[in-house]
């Protein structure tokens, strides 16, 4: 592959090998480290080659020359460079400036970027035929009908004759001929060999393909959008609109403006589940499937992903956050879907929040970044008041669709029965909706039957082996699972300590709600919705078309249905247990609860018949609830923002979180301690410094947790206090040391 765009001055080494680079491993050490160039000929920053590290060869990225720290007969050699693009230098700037705010080592990066199957490998290719005389001496009737199959097939694809291609097998069989009479073609000249890549370019996207009437406010919120992609400027922009209210419709708009500016443009999605109804949608819009992205497709579909995007062939991608990391010629537009989800962080490995990491990629490649939610997160909406962000609202539903009215049920008055989860008013308006012939949702965040099982006789809890958690019942495979590490054993039909036949679940998890509602509701057809019944994305993808089919009266869920889904025969929510969020003290408790219950709620009436939203509660005149009932976003919003200003929390201040974590308690304690007496560096920059504490579990995977958290006001350099803070504790004795920059989860 050429690649001459992206040249920056003289190559670095010279041929003779004895030049020295500067190469970053894609692996988790900090880098860059210098090698020899050897033979692997002339490289430039941003070429990607095979070097060898602690006894393995692993993918680099040449970051530029030698520093020359280390003496020369130490060094090893570069083994080869890799036949791909070389990483633009906006693409290098990115990954570094990613590295140093999230504190994760510039190789951890590196790796992200360069995650694809077989880049080390040459591009796979195939045997195809191409155009030879395309005649014919002696005809049989077969051969005859095969070339002619052949010019058919060309004048089909609308390619050049001279450039059509297509594989030996699908021509025989789309000409019903025997491989036999193929290669006699070839024989003849007729028809040539050739190689091609094996992975098909992506069809060209048609900006104006299928361009939908829009609304007025929809018309003015595309043209703000396409206006900050024509910009070809740094444009962060908050799209706002409720659920329904056309906001996808809108910024496919600045999607075809950056395809017309042939930008590559990227669309990131919470949730691998939504991907599959979401391409078949551009699909439609723009004529052709875009290159999708993200740990569910195919190691095929990754490579040609991967290839495409650093060819700059690749116009647009849809995918999961990691696809942030993907190798962008030139990127135009980002798009952040459900910006506020709590999906787009990424806790393990290289820490970050791809929402922040968009807006800072989009800074460094003069693109529009588009932050688009119904339910926008407090950091975002504080953004576009402060007028950091432009701010686009679509404050309507499309169409006849309104917005669902939303009432609170007090369970301490209307009372559910005993061992049951379903008040009385609620199991009411689902008759009543079923009845319609409406489809009704029962919303319970909490997957399996049951959240503990316990020994009546001996008191006996279903604890995890190997972590502070107790495991959940699931009656649907007849398990035990433990929803922090993953470890799974048989629900036994005793106890394990006294042997007594009295185990009783407590709490109920949309599995035990299921029960209730076919024991409640026992015509209605139940459909579930959970993350760990589906076992696959195609199975998900089945119960989501079977309910938007209408095939289903009563759907049992649990936060998967918030998501995106568009049920047009739903009209009714309950939501079991509304205050189920609001228990465990983090300060973005009431913010998630809000986002979720509102996203909820949103999946009612969102066709031509008005929606309705039950919310179960002990509280009801909690400010929550109430705002959510009033429908008052801004309100919430507002009072929330205050909130966190008066007590300097995230993001009017800033949080670290550090986490210890080992297998000897004493040692994870010992080096936590050892940080807060080298605490200076951080409080030097006037931040606060609490604990070390057990962290709220207090064991994973048999290793014992500690943490400790920063507060920092909002514009203090946490990350390079931390750095020098981290610097001063060298002694680790096995204990692994997690900085996690502006922190989500306190778990
Ligand atoms: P949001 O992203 O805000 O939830 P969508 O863009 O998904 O909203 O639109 C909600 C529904 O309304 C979808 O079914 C969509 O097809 C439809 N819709 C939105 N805008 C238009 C339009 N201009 N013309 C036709 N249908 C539209
Ligand atoms: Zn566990």
């Known amino acids: 592959m050429t690649d001459n765009a992206d040249l920056f001055g003289a190559p670095l080494g010279a041929a003779d090998g004895d030049e020295v680079v500067s190469v970053v491993p894609a692996a988790p050490t900090p880098g860059p ?18 070097v060898p590290l602690g006894g393995r060869d692993v993918i680099g990225v040449v970051w530029g020359p ?9 060094l090893k050699r570069v083994a080869t460079r890799l036949d791909l693009p070389r ?39 195939r045997r195809v035929l191409k155009a030879g005389s395309l005649e014919l001496a002696s005809a049989t009737r077969s051969r005859a009908k095969a070339l002619e199959t052949f010019q058919h097939l060309a004048a089909a ?6 450039d059509f ?12 001929v025997g491989s036999s009479v193929v290669a006699a073609l070839i024989e003849a000249g007729a028809l040539r060999e050739a190689e091609a890549p094996r992975d098909a370019p992506y069809p060209r996207l048609d900006p104006d393909r299928a361009r939908s009437a829009l609304s007025e406010a929809q018309v003015a919120a595309a043209a703000d959008l396409a206006a900050a992609v024509a910009a070809r400027a740094f444009k962060p922009t908050l799209l706002h609109g409720v659920t329904g209210s056309g906001k996808t419709e809108a910024y496919l708009e600045a999607v075809a403006e950056c395809i017309r500016r042939s930008r590559q443009a990227l669309v990131l999605l919470p949730e691998i589940a939504l991907t599959d109804q979401f391409l078949t949608r551009l699909h439609a819009r723009f004529g052709a499937r875009p290159a999708e992205w993200h740990s569910a497709a195919s190691g095929v579909e990754r490579r040609r992903c991967w290839r495409a995007v650093a060819a700059g062939a690749a116009q647009v991608v849809v995918g999961a956050r990691s696809a942030l990391f993907l190798p962008f010629r030139d990127l135009g537009l980002i798009v952040v879907d459900e910006e506020h989800d709590g999906g787009y962080k990424q806790e393990e490995g290289a820490i970050y929040n791809a929402r922040d990491m968009a807006v800072l990629r989009a800074s460094l490649c003069k693109a529009a970044v588009v932050l688009a939610s119904a339910t926008p997160s407090l950091e975002s909406w504080a953004n576009a008041e402060r007028g950091k962000y432009q701010k686009v609202s679509l404050p309507e539903r499309f169409g006849a669709a309104v917005e669902p009215e939303i009432a609170a049920i007090d369970i301490r008055q209307d009372k ?3 061992n049951c989860w379903i008040a009385p008013s609620l199991q009411r308006a689902v008759a009543e909706t079923i009845a319609r012939g409406e489809q009704a949702l029962l919303f319970l965040n909490r997957r399996g039957y049951a959240p503990l099982t316990l020994c009546r006789k001996c008191g006996a809890r279903s604890g995890c082996p190997h972590c502070d958690t107790w495991l959940v019942s699931h009656r649907f495979t007849g398990k035990l699972v433990c929803h922090v590490c993953g470890h799974e054993e048989s629900e036994a039909p005793a106890c394990k300590q006294c042997g007594a036949d009295e185990l009783a679940a407590c709490g109920p998890g949309v599995e035990r709600l299921a029960e209730e509602a076919q024991t409640l509701f026992p015509e209605a057809r139940l459909a579930m919705l959970s993350s760990d019944m589906a076992t696959s994305a195609a199975v998900l993808r089945e119960q989501i078309t079977t309910i938007a089919q209408g095939d289903a009266d009563l759907i049992i869920g649990t936060q998967i249905v918030a998501k995106g889904h568009n049920f047009p025969k739903l009209t009714l929510v309950g939501v079991v247990d509304a205050d189920l969020g609001l228990q465990g003290g983090d300060f973005r408790a009431a913010e998630r609860t809000f986002q979720l219950l509102r996203q909820v709620a949103g999946r009612a009436g969102r066709a031509d018949k008005p929606g309705r939203a039950l919310l179960q509660t002990v509280g009801p005149d909690q400010p929550v609830m109430r705002k959510l009932i009033d429908g008052d976003e801004i309100g919430f919003l507002t009072h929330e923002a205050e909130a ?14 550090v986490i210890f974590s080992g297998p000897d308690d004493a040692k994870v304690w010992a080096v936590a301690q050892a940080f807060a007496r080298a605490a200076d560096p951080m409080r030097a920059i006037g931040a606060q410094v609490l604990g070390p504490a057990p962290a709220p579990i207090g064991r994973i995977r048999g290793k014992a947790r500690v943490r400790m958290l920063v507060r920092a006001a909002r514009g203090a350099p946490i990350q390079q206090a931390a750095r020098a803070w981290g610097d001063a504790v060298k002694a680790r004795q096995g204990v692994r040391v997690v900085f996690d920059v502006d922190p989500m989860s306190f778990l």
């Open 157 to 162: 694809s609308h390619a050049d004759l001279s």
């Open 66 to 74: 030698g520093t020359s720290e280390v003496p020369r007969q130490k």
């Open 644 to 657: 966190r200003e008066r007590e300097g929390v995230p993001p009017f201040g800033r949080y670290l979180a």
């Open 416 to 418: 559910p029965e005993r």
């Open 87 to 125: 990483l633009t230098e906006e693409t290098r700037t990115f990954l570094a400036r990613a590295a140093d705010y999230t504190m994760t080592p510039l190789g951890e990066m590196a790796r992200l970027a360069t995650r694809a199957p077989q880049l080390a490998e040459p591009a796979p290719t």
């Open 33 to 50: 480290y210098d090698y020899l160039v050897g033979g692997a000929g002339d490289l430039a920053a941003g070429d990607l080659v095979v």
């Open 165 to 176: 291609t297509v594989a030996p097998s699908d021509l025989a069989k789309a000409a019903e």
